[in-house]
């Protein structure tokens, strides 16, 4: 699996913090924490090679890192219709699927 992609945006948002970020000791340990957290992510999704698997994890890997209530993967045909692919909510009673 290309891991180009995953390493492409880390550098974005590491350079991002690091940008608002006023001593350097300081924006180093975040792009530590940042290259952790991507790390972490990409090698969870990669332990399945079934593609809802991959989403689900990438969803609960997304609302995790953001701390959010709900991340939801929604699929559009060209149509315009869609769903829900997968959704990782805080609490399943908030569940729109």
């Not at 970020?21 to 969870?44: F, G, V």
């Not at 709900?70 to 009673?93: F, K, P, Q, T």
Request: glycine share 4%; proline share 2%.
């Amino acid at each position: 699996m290309n891991n180009q992609p995953f390493r492409d945006l880390n550098s974005q948002w590491a350079d991002q913090v690091r940008n608002g970020c006023k001593e350097p000791r300081d924006s180093e340990e975040i792009r530590e924490t940042w290259d952790h957290i991507i790390a972490t992510m990409a090698l969870r999704i990669r332990r399945s090679l079934k593609l809802k698997e991959i989403l689900q994890t990438t969803a609960d890997e997304v609302q995790r890192l953001l701390k959010c209530d709900r991340v939801l993967l929604y699929e559009i045909d060209l149509h315009g219709n869609g769903g829900i692919v997968v959704e990782a909510v805080e609490d399943e009673r908030w569940s729109l699927e």
